[in-house]
């Protein structure tokens, strides 16, 4: 699969996954996909914890309102420094979009399934610290989504994106030609 093949298939799976382990060897080229993403000023703001073992899993699943992803035998969790970065800007959330880009596009490119989980997570709730607190992150890191990783057991609904006429255009706004 190439980089354009896994944008396509790239899709949010909130479905049941299959009870096959993910190599340790596939969760770290996965992170090492986030951690090749850009970053403003190079401050690479965005870490991860690669969570596979049953006890965790089953501690951080217990904390979630939504069960996205709790049949799936790993989770990329996604930490964040909001850091200042070029004349007191930040780009920690920018930083930290490419980077689960990045790391969605390796997920699919190995014949997994994902979905981006951050409202549940960083919501009122604030589940993020509570996820964060079981896997020993400083407070100075936010846990600002997870990603499950696994094999699906099943093909998942795609969504329906507006027409690229709607949203690409060249020279001018809303101009075709
Ligand atoms: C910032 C952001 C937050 C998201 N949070 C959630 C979430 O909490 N739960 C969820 O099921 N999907 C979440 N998603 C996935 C979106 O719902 C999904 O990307 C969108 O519906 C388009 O579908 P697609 O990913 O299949 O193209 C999130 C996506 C983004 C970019």
Redesign the pocket.
């Known amino acids: 699969m190439n980089t354009l093949e896994a944008m396509a298939a790239?899709?949010?799976?909130?479905g049941t996954y299959q009870n096959t382990p993910v190599p340790r060897e596939h969760l770290m080229k996965i992170m090492e996909a986030g951690c090749a993403a850009p970053s403003g000023c190079n401050l690479q703001t965005t870490s991860f914890i690669a969570v596979d073992d049953p006890e965790t899993l089953a501690r951080l699943h217990a904390l979630l309102r939504?069960p996205?992803g709790i049949t799936a035998p790993a989770m990329i969790c996604v930490l964040s420094q909001k850091l200042p970065s070029y004349h007191g800007r930040y780009y920690h959330v920018q930083d930290y979009?490419a980077a689960?880009e990045n790391i969605?596009l390796a997920i699919t490119d190995l014949g997994y399934a994902s979905?981006?989980?951050?409202?549940?997570?960083t919501d009122e709730h604030a589940i993020g610290r509570k996820m964060a607190d079981i896997l020993h992150v400083p407070e100075e890191y936010d846990l600002v989504?997870y990603l499950p990783v696994g094999i699906p057991a099943e093909e998942?609904p795609?969504?329906k994106?507006k027409p690229l006429t709607d949203r690409a255009w060249f020279n001018a706004f809303r101009k075709t030609q």
């Open positions: 790239r899709y949010s799976y909130r939504k996205v979009g689960i969605l979905c981006w989980v951050e409202g549940y997570v989504a998942g795609r969504v994106k």
